[in-house]
């Protein structure tokens, strides 16, 4: 699933290509994707409508659209967000002033669309936590939040409710990078190992935004091009194969339903 840093590239990819463009006509191919309002009032609405921002908020995108209306896209699993010429095969098509389309493909049906005139009052969005890239993540607050939870340390770093954007790929490989067991009771953490975690965290996310994402399954920049993170990650996906720091095994764990990946040696 497309995390903080395949999102904010995206983002930034987007940025440069439709800001100031107006949208002449949309297509909805698979009207399940169009969560709010109903797709013959979406395509209503947001005709005409010209794209003014975009702001990210953890995993989700916020298009500003002239009239004080919101596009807000949710990729999900497998979605992507490609600006160029029409696929017909995507799930949404929208025509732009400058006769190139933004178009929005899903190879599974997860990926949410919904236009709004309150994007602070959708609920995904109103219940997520600190952007670990904001100056208002401290190591204070980290600590703090994990101080309080019962849960395990990979799920925590992975709850969106208290930070946004981060997911499989990024809690495993900030585990590893931290040395800290994924198993281990979030609360169990010392002083050490929470700050520890904290700058790698942030290290990785903004070096993961550096390389435009992580393309471990069909994730693709704004342009359908790969992001190249993927080749430096340590532990994720890498079930069986050495450990790149001690040599041995790595070993898979299953934690909330998510494969984690993590040496048992290396990380305490
Ligand atoms: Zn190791």
């Given at each position: 699933?497309?995390?903080?840093?395949?999102?904010?590239?995206?983002?930034?990819?987007?940025?440069?290509?439709?800001?100031?463009?107006?949208?002449?006509?949309?297509?909805?191919?698979?009207?399940?994707?169009?969560?709010?309002?109903?797709?013959?009032?979406?395509?209503?609405?947001?005709?005409?409508?010209?794209?003014?921002?975009?702001?990210?908020?953890?995993?989700?995108?916020?298009?500003?659209?002239?009239?004080?209306?919101?596009?807000?896209?949710?990729?999900?699993?497998?979605?992507?967000?490609?600006?160029?010429?029409?696929?017909?095969?995507?799930?949404?098509?929208?025509?732009?002033?400058?006769?190139?389309?933004?178009?929005?493909?899903?190879?599974?049906?997860?990926?949410?669309?919904?236009?709004?005139?309150?994007?602070?009052?959708?609920?995904?969005?109103?219940?997520?936590?600190y952007?670990p890239l904001s100056q208002a993540f401290s190591l204070d607050v980290f600590r703090?939040g994990i101080?309080?939870?019962?849960?395990?340390i990979?799920?925590?770093l992975?709850?969106?409710?208290?930070i946004?954007?981060v997911?499989?790929?990024y809690s495993?490989e900030a585990l590893f990078w931290a040395k800290i067991?994924?198993?281990?009771?979030?609360?169990?953490l010392n002083k050490q190992e929470i700050k520890r975690l904290h700058t790698v965290l942030k290290k990785i996310l903004r070096d993961a935004v550096?390389?435009?994402?992580?393309?471990?399954?069909?994730?693709?920049?704004?342009?359908?091009?790969?992001?190249?993170?993927?080749?430096?990650?340590k532990?994720?996906?890498?079930?069986?194969?050495?450990?790149?720091?001690?040599?041995?095994?790595?070993?898979?764990?299953?934690?909330?339903?998510?494969?984690?990946?993590?040496?048992?040696?290396?990380q305490?």
């Open positions: 699933m497309p995390e903080l840093p395949e999102v904010e590239t995206i983002k930034k990819d987007l940025e440069k290509y439709i800001l100031g463009r107006s949208i002449k006509k949309i297509e909805v191919n698979k009207p399940r994707i169009i969560k709010q309002p109903s797709p013959e009032r979406f395509k209503q609405e947001l005709k005409g409508k010209t794209f003014r921002r975009i702001v990210r908020r953890g995993k989700y995108l916020i298009f500003h659209l002239s009239s004080r209306k919101f596009l807000i896209i949710h990729l999900r699993l497998t979605g992507q967000l490609i600006y160029g010429e029409k696929d017909s095969k995507n799930r949404l098509n929208l025509l732009l002033s400058n006769n190139k389309y933004l178009n929005l493909n899903s190879r599974r049906m997860l990926t949410e669309a919904r236009l709004v005139d309150d994007w602070k009052k959708i609920s995904g969005i109103t219940r997520l936590g952007e703090q101080n309080k939870k019962k849960k395990n990979k799920a925590v992975m709850d969106q409710t208290f946004a954007g997911g499989n790929i495993q067991d994924p198993r281990r009771q979030a609360c169990s550096k390389c435009r994402g992580s393309s471990t399954s069909t994730y693709t920049d704004a342009r359908g091009k790969k992001g190249s993170f993927h080749s430096r990650l532990v994720y996906g890498r079930k069986g194969q050495a450990c790149l720091c001690c040599g041995r095994p790595l070993k898979k764990v299953v934690i909330e339903g998510r494969t984690t990946c993590f040496c048992p040696k290396c305490k």
